[in-house]
């Protein structure tokens, strides 16, 4: 009996953590009472002078500071060379709010909470060892826009998004890059955001030489993504771009010819694109509820039809976890490798365009 309270509080407290992430291993589709009419209603928009509309900033204590572990870890962001633009995923995922119920309103300072202990933390965080780290609070398109059948809407939905996430950009471009390099990095449905802000500021473009790398994980993406912009096929490779979709074994989701069959993935165990099955030996350590826990050997995973696949995690309850798709710990499975990385390729970047002897 107390070994089954025990599991029972561990699962309570595991999948907590997963809802308060604003995700959902749902495959309903969508319904709502607000139609594409309804786009025109929006919140407030945000001016990126005002550090209050940053969810994430190297000159303000936030989440994006927090390191894992017991002390053997260190954020470095007063003296990083690299900045890293950070494009959290949808946490906007609850009740539609009548008055705007297709955008999260930047002032809700419920929601910017829940933003800033899920995805800046537990995403976010793994670049400050090696950049410092700026976020922005963007009017987020709720998440219903991507279960349901009206594309219109949710063509009509991000683009709304992603001026605000443009705006942010520029606004960092013209007062604090001063001409460092870049990492951009995302999930979900900031991949959406970024890989356009990829397209339109740095492919072809001049600004291309200060991309390190670009982190764009969780939205099935293809080799037509972007013209000029390759997807980097070694753990040194810089001015490229690297995702992966991560799924349970042996699964293949519903449409998966559709999203999947031309999709690509780096595999974060090896930062290779090739099929090589990596075991949980590779896995420095990834992170679950407990963020100061750090759990080696979390994971496996293997590249597999534009998918990334992994056996079951290892952690103490894992057997009452049945879940087919793990789009929400995408970064956290991995924590330790991609920290490692990113550190990896910055120094490559640095040395290679001689900021270092």
């Not at 933003?115 to 987020?140: C, E, W």
């Not at 952690?315 to 879940?323: E, H, P, S, V």
Request: glycine share 6%; charged share 20%.
């Amino acid at each position: 009996m107390a070994i089954r309270i025990i599991y029972k509080g561990f699962l309570v407290c595991f999948c907590m953590f997963l809802s308060q992430r604003g995700y959902s291993q749902s495959k309903n589709t969508f319904k709502t009472k607000y139609t594409i009419e309804d786009l025109s209603l929006v919140p407030p928009v945000p001016d990126y002078s005002e550090m209050k509309y940053w969810i994430a900033h190297p000159e303000v204590k936030d989440m994006a500071d927090e390191v894992p572990g017991k002390g053997e870890l260190k954020e470095y962001q007063a003296n990083a060379a690299v900045d890293v633009f950070f494009i959290y995923p949808t946490i906007y995922s609850k009740k539609q709010d009548k008055e705007h119920p297709w955008f999260a309103d930047v002032n809700d300072e419920k929601l910017n909470k829940e933003i800033a202990n899920s995805t800046i933390k537990y995403q976010a965080s793994v670049f400050n060892g090696s950049a410092k780290v700026y976020s922005p609070l963007y009017r987020q398109a709720h998440i219903g826009i991507y279960s349901m059948g009206n594309l219109p809407l949710k063509v009509e939905a991000l683009e709304f998004a992603y001026t605000d996430v443009k705006r942010a950009f520029e606004y960092y471009l013209d007062n604090w890059n001063q001409g460092r390099p870049i990492i951009i990095a995302s999930h979900s449905q900031g991949t959406n955001h970024a890989t356009k802000l990829l397209s339109e500021f740095f492919e072809n473009k001049p600004l291309m030489e200060q991309l390190v790398a670009a982190y764009i994980v969780g939205m099935p993406m293809d080799k037509g993504t972007f013209s000029n912009i390759p997807i980097c096929d070694n753990p040194t490779e810089i001015g490229c771009w690297l995702t992966w979709n991560t799924y349970a074994r042996d699964y293949y989701p519903p449409n998966h010819d559709f999203w999947y069959a031309d999709a690509l993935n780096v595999n974060p165990l090896s930062w290779t694109t090739d099929t090589a099955y990596v075991s949980w030996g590779a896995n420095q350590g990834g992170i679950l509820k407990n963020f100061k826990k750090i759990r080696t050997g979390l994971s496996d995973a293997q590249n597999k039809d534009g998918m990334l696949w992994i056996n079951k995690p290892k952690f103490f309850g894992n057997f009452l976890i049945n879940w087919k798709r793990y789009h929400i710990v995408d970064y956290n499975l991995f924590y330790m490798n991609i920290r490692e990385n990113v550190a990896e390729r910055v120094e490559t970047y640095l040395r290679e365009k001689e900021y270092l002897d």
